[in-house]
């Protein structure tokens, strides 16, 4: 058997989605008809995510944007909107081998069609609907526990998934603040949603972005912090106190950077 192949990319969801572009090219190239026998033999790993192997091919993939989009229309269009949710689900996991998953996912889809999703006993399809689920339970959570400031006019918010919830997130807080600047950071990954009042909110990376400005001005005080405050304070009843059931509905985890938790 032809050793195995390993294409290396950033992590962001346009570069695995280059090297998933550029994985199918190699794999027609290489492999042809008999590419069937070799369907697994072809890895994307993302930086830093990896140790090289012995007997292991690395190719190095620069991210395309057209490439990008050619690889989501194909699976928008192959595979429907749902399987494409599952797929961007899946790649804003935190797990190093989330886009091996999806390119086997894809491999099996690009041939079944939309079956693919009703394939339950195929561990690539188990395993890409399963990271989408854990992924799109955190950002459902961040939803309700996102805390913002106000700073001169902006809401800031700043978090700290293990996910990368900011992509997940994004729709939900412009339809529900289409009339505000606001900004929410991911203090972990160095990236940011950012939203100007009634225009369309875009992902901007720490290399556009001055990530420990916004980290500075998210410790100001403002009027909201306060009120989360008090309102927490209000509702608080000290003879009821249970700390194992407020775990269970707000774990520690999520309490970095909700405000009625932090000490002024």
């Known amino acids: ?5 390993v294409l290396v990319c950033d992590g962001t969801i346009d570069g695995i989605f280059t090297a998933i572009f550029d994985g199918f090219v190699i794999r027609n190239q290489r492999y042809g008809k008999k590419g069937e026998h070799y369907r697994d033999n072809i890895h994307i790993c993302t930086e830093p995510d990896y140790n090289e192997e012995l007997f292991t091919e690395y190719i190095c993939i620069e991210t395309d944007y057209e490439k990008s989009f050619k690889t989501a229309t194909s699976i928008r269009k192959k595979l429907g909107e749902e399987a494409y949710m599952f797929v ?10 989330r886009a091996t ?25 188990i395993c890409i609907m399963e990271l989408s689920r854990k ?16 700073i001169d006019g902006t809401l800031y918010g700043v978090i700290s998934p293990k996910c990368d919830v900011i992509p997940l997130i994004g729709d939900h807080f412009d339809e529900r603040y289409p009339n505000e600047n606001w900004i929410i950071y991911d203090k972990k990954r160095k990236k940011a949603a950012i939203h100007k009042k009634y225009e369309q909110w875009i992902i901007v990376s720490d290399n556009n972005l001055n990530g420990e400005y916004l980290e500075t001005i998210y410790e100001k005080a403002d009027d909201y912090s306060q009120m989360w405050r008090t309102f927490y304070e209000a509702l608080y009843i000290k003879e009821r106190k249970n700390e194992k059931c407020q775990n269970n509905l707000i ?12 000490k002024e």
Request: aromatic letters at 16%; one cysteine or more.
């Open 1 to 5: 058997m032809d050793n195995k192949i």
């Open 88 to 97: 961007i689900g899946a790649l804003c996991h935190y797990s190093p081998d």
């Open 101 to 125: 998953m999806v390119f086997g996912f894809l491999v099996r889809g690009f041939k079944t069609g939309k079956k693919v999703l009703q394939m339950l006993g195929d561990r690539y399809v």
């Open 135 to 150: 992924t799109n339970n955190e950002a459902h959570l961040f939803k309700g526990f996102l805390r913002f400031k106000d």
């Open 251 to 262: 774990p520690k985890w999520y309490r970095k950077n909700m405000v009625e938790f932090l």
